[in-house]
């Protein structure tokens, strides 16, 4: 009877009902996952194999594009972006229409597209919706349609495939039979690095460019209320610290490791603002009980207020997750804890984060010298910080 007592008070505790509550999400996802993936198995066999062809596109006459990245993902969404930068420096006066996730709706705004379509993906529904979204993009008549994923997305590949576009484009691979122009995949892995080399075997002219979000002077100015606020007004550094991450991806540090960090910052007199993201939002009160109200807290769940918000810390410090490439984006030194050996695939540029890997699990005084090492590196002075060891 105890042990039942027991068990019935851990599982309608703060954790166990997040732990019921993770479950049901993740349970839901995979219904739709094998939902998505049976339709995409009937849409290929009755699609057949497309002739493929090349173009020079410098002699067409293009006037109206589809960017293709249907990506539900932060990061994967942001990491898009020098793909509508690099059609609208080739292609000045076309429209060019993106096709994403409403999460990439609301980062893209102030990027020179012209419209934007949002898929969904909770069936039944989506099924409807999504049928909608096809006619109305067939209906506009574009003259090219460009899968921005590489080729790693069957829902991006489809949505190209049907178009209509004279010009359905994409690399090739598993889903290269709804293209009829396909372009060698880039040897390239590195996901900061693969666009601009894949759009250069299309024939457009090209150039360094990495991630980039704008934000409005208004949004930066409701930021910088917003962080001092938080913090105060005075000149001290102010680190951003995300604790989030695919918790089953198994990229999230550990909560432990968070605690003793800001302790340790705050220790030293550093100002840190704590970022909780929708999927954290359960992590607010374990926090706050282990931290007291010291150390400010930031939930947002307006993902432009969030990311101005981000733009005013001076270091931003998170795990392989969307606010790091947020960060990165809106030009705010980072600093990345990988959980994971996938550091070359996903890590930002050197010239953007700092990557900390360590086999067995990044320490907590690696962090904090990193830290503190990044800061003085920004002109604040190294006598201001004890560093460890």
């Known amino acids: 009877m105890k042990n039942l007592k027991d068990t019935l008070k851990s599982f309608f505790n703060t954790s166990g009902i997040c732990t019921f509550f993770n479950v049901k999400v993740s349970l839901r996802y995979f219904l739709n996952k ?17 002739e493929v062809e090349q173009r020079n ?10 960017l293709v990245r249907t990506s539900f993902r932060m990061g994967n969404s ?12 080739n292609f000045p006066h076309a429209r060019i229409d993106f096709v994403g996730s409403p999460i990439s709706k ?21 099924l409807w919706d999504n049928l909608i979204l ?47 122009i396909t372009i060698p995949r880039p040897a390239e892995k590195n996901k900061y690095h693969v666009l601009p080399l894949f759009f250069t075997s299309i024939g457009i002219e090209t150039q360094k460019i990495f991630p980039l979000l704008i934000l409005s002077p208004v949004e930066k100015e409701e930021g910088r209320k917003r962080m001092e606020t938080l913090v105060g007004g005075n000149n001290a550094p102010v680190i951003g610290i ?55 807290f930031a939930f947002e769940p307006s993902v432009r207020l ?8 001076d270091l931003f410090i998170a795990c392989d997750s969307g606010p790091v490439h947020l960060a990165c984006a809106l030009g705010v030194r980072s600093v990345v804890i990988f959980q994971k050996q996938n550091y070359k695939h996903w890590g930002p540029p050197e010239t953007m984060a700092k990557i900390i890997y360590e086999q067995g ?11 503190l090492l990044e800061l003085s590196s920004k002109g604040f002075k190294k006598n201001e910080f004890c560093l460890p060891g």
């Open 34 to 50: 094998m939902i998505r993936r049976l339709i995409m198995k009937i849409m290929y066999l009755a699609r057949g194999k497309s």
């Open 57 to 66: 596109f410098k002699k067409e006459r293009i006037e109206k594009i589809l």
């Open 78 to 89: 942001i990491l898009a972006t020098p793909a509508v930068f690099l059609f609208r420096n």
């Open 106 to 126: 609301a980062l893209f705004q102030n990027l020179p597209i012209d419209h934007h379509f949002s898929i969904t993906r909770c069936f039944p529904g989506a």
């Open 134 to 180: 096809l006619k109305k993009i067939r209906s506009a008549g574009y003259d090219m349609a460009v899968d921005a994923t590489c080729s790693q997305s069957s829902m991006s590949s489809i949505i190209v495939g049907l178009s209509g576009a004279r010009f359905r484009i994409g690399s090739k691979g598993r889903w290269d039979h709804w293209f009829n």
């Open 242 to 296: 995300f604790v989030g991450g695919r918790k089953e991806k198994r990229k999230r540090w550990p909560v432990e490791n968070f605690l003793q960090l800001i302790t340790a910052l705050r220790e030293q007199g550093i100002k840190s603002v704590v970022f909780f993201g929708p999927e954290e939002r359960q992590l607010i009160k374990p926090f706050r009980q282990a931290l007291g109200d010291d150390t400010p």
């Open 306 to 313: 969030f990311a101005s918000m981000i733009s005013h810390c």
């Open 361 to 371: 699990g990044v320490s907590v005084e690696s962090v904090l010298k990193t830290l």
